[in-house]
């Protein structure tokens, strides 16, 4: 696998060449998603605590690692982990703790399988994140990992203030590894999520939360490197070409915003 740098709007990263999605935006745009960060800069404060599972290679680690006082990052995959590891240090990002485990329902060892980024096919192109665990976890051979719930892995004196979840349909997992945390704390929650996954909001709802829809603008003309190129992907009428996120509320927590409300 081939690793390059990058000037971007929220510092220089080092990407994966043929990554067809976030590398590549990085690349093209100088930005993944930027309408995210609407998100971060309207709800988190400099004292925060941020748990992020699915880190990837932290184009969102680092800028919102800015906005609060510390963030508890966690990505599996290996050499995606390294290349995360290489970016906070790149900025000087010195709050976030990063950790190469994966997040469930329980607490386990496991073992990962590395992926050929090599082979024919992924030097074609691949999506380094759209991994899901089950495709790289293996019961024989592989590196040692973890699967940690974080009621157990975070220290129960750290108050958490928002949550945000990319794990490719293992949402509902690491929610139930967070109950106490949930119940205690009532973190905002942003959650990667699909339009057709009624389970998910359901289950937020059901912790006490007001659940709203966020499909952020995947194309921002005002890109950092004003590129206004459309790349394959970008256009909305492709089902799952974009980020459909819940943005998840405590009822009890006041919140002005135009974000369609689903429950």
Same mark, same amino acid.
């Given at each position: ?14 990407? =994966? ?62 050499? +995606?982990?390294? +290349? ?38 992924? +030097? ?37 203030? =928002? ?101």
């Amino acid at each position: 696998m081939t690793v390059k740098t990058t000037k971007a709007r929220h510092g220089d990263f080092h990407i =994966f060449e043929n990554d067809i999605f976030i590398s590549r935006c990085l690349d093209l745009y100088g930005e993944w998603s930027e309408a995210e960060m609407v998100i971060y800069n309207t709800l988190l404060k400099k004292e925060h605590v941020v748990i992020e599972v699915g880190s990837h290679i932290g184009c969102f680690t680092v800028p919102i690692s800015r906005l609060v006082n510390s963030v508890f990052s966690f990505e599996p995959q290996r050499t +995606v982990f390294q +290349v995360l590891n290489t970016n906070l240090i790149t900025n000087k990002v010195h709050n976030v703790y990063s950790y190469m485990y994966a997040v469930g329902s329980t607490n386990k060892d496991i073992l990962l399988k590395e992926i050929d980024y090599q082979s024919e096919d992924m +030097v074609k192109g691949f999506n380094s994140g759209g991994v899901h665990l089950n495709q790289i976890e293996n019961k024989e051979n592989g590196y040692p990992s973890k699967q940690v719930k974080l009621d157990d892995f975070m220290p129960k004196d750290i108050r958490v203030d =928002f949550i945000k979840v990319d794990a490719e349909e293992m949402e509902i997992e690491v929610l139930k590894g967070a109950d106490n945390i949930i119940k205690r704390n009532k973190p905002m929650m942003y959650l990667e999520s699909h339009m057709t996954n009624k389970d998910l909001p359901n289950y937020v709802a059901n912790l006490g939360y007001k659940v709203y829809e966020h499909i952020p603008e995947n194309f921002n003309p005002n890109n950092f490197k004003n590129n206004q190129n459309k790349i394959l992907g970008f256009d909305k009428t492709i089902v799952g070409a974009h980020d459909y996120m819940l943005l998840c509320i405590p009822k009890e927590t006041p919140v002005e915003t135009n974000l369609k409300q689903l429950k």
